[in-house]
């Protein structure tokens, strides 16, 4: 049964610290998207990647957030210095995409985060 | 640009009845359209997804939602609700060109009632 896996599944850290989180999509898929869950806010995107080249990041802090794709296994998610605002939900999906589209996206548990 | 209003942020209803949850849609494009569920602290599930086949699309768990072109609705429909599908519920339309980023509607809450 191919699944998204995340890690870690919660992270509480301080102001100021270096977070990084990772994403391992399902085998064979192309395109990787970063959301972020807030109560405010609710789910967001923050960036995707098709082929592991970024296609699209206008939804992230430019300034303190960025994201990886190391290699096809393995996208990351850093945020440098991190904030108490950056408190959330982070999911990961991945999908098959070729053009403009992508066919259905598989969501990995997230990874509750917490900035004190 | 494409958007998705879910017209109630919690629904109510008792187990064994029907259940409805409303979402409208604007797309400058014939859309692609979902539902995903999201259980407490779990990550999100695809119930169904509409791509421009059949209009009655019959998702898992016994939802289904029926694509209305002419009233831009994809409403959620199940003929008898289970304690088990208490959940929060995101309509959601997929960015056409965008690379198919998903754009979320701001949930519906259903409670079932014993």
């Known amino acids: 049964d191919a699944r998204v896996t995340q890690t870690p599944r919660h992270k509480v850290t301080e102001m100021g610290q270096e977070v990084t989180m990772r994403c391992q999509p399902i085998l064979g898929h192309n395109t990787v998207f970063w959301y972020r869950q807030t109560m405010m806010q609710g789910l967001e995107l923050l960036a995707y990647?098709?082929?592991?080249?970024?296609?699209?990041d206008s939804g992230m802090p430019k300034d303190r957030f960025s994201a990886e794709m190391p290699d096809a296994t393995l996208a990351t998610l850093k945020i440098q210095p991190s904030e108490p605002r950056d408190s959330a939900v982070y999911f990961c999906a991945s999908g098959l995409g070729t053009g403009g589209l992508t066919d259905t996206q598989y969501f990995g548990p997230g990874t509750r985060l917490t900035v004190l | 640009a494409q958007s998705v209003t879910q017209l109630d942020s919690h629904v109510s209803v008792s187990e064994g009845t029907p259940v409805l949850l409303r979402c409208n849609y604007s797309?400058?494009?014939?859309?692609?359209l979902f539902w995903y569920v999201q259980h407490p602290n779990k990550g999100l599930q695809l119930l169904l997804k509409y791509t421009s086949a059949a209009t009655l699309v019959k998702g898992i768990n016994g939802f289904e939602a029926e694509f209305k072109k002419s009233e831009t609705s994809f409403h959620l429909t199940k003929p008898s609700a289970h304690m088990s599908d208490a959940a929060e519920y995101f309509c959601?339309?997929?960015?056409?060109?965008?690379?198919?980023?998903?754009?979320f509607g701001q949930g519906t809450e259903l409670s079932v009632k014993p």
């Open positions: 990647f098709r082929n592991r080249a970024p296609l699209d």
């Open positions: 959601v339309v997929s960015g056409r060109n965008q690379g198919g980023k998903l754009i």
């Open positions: 797309s400058s494009y014939s859309p692609s």
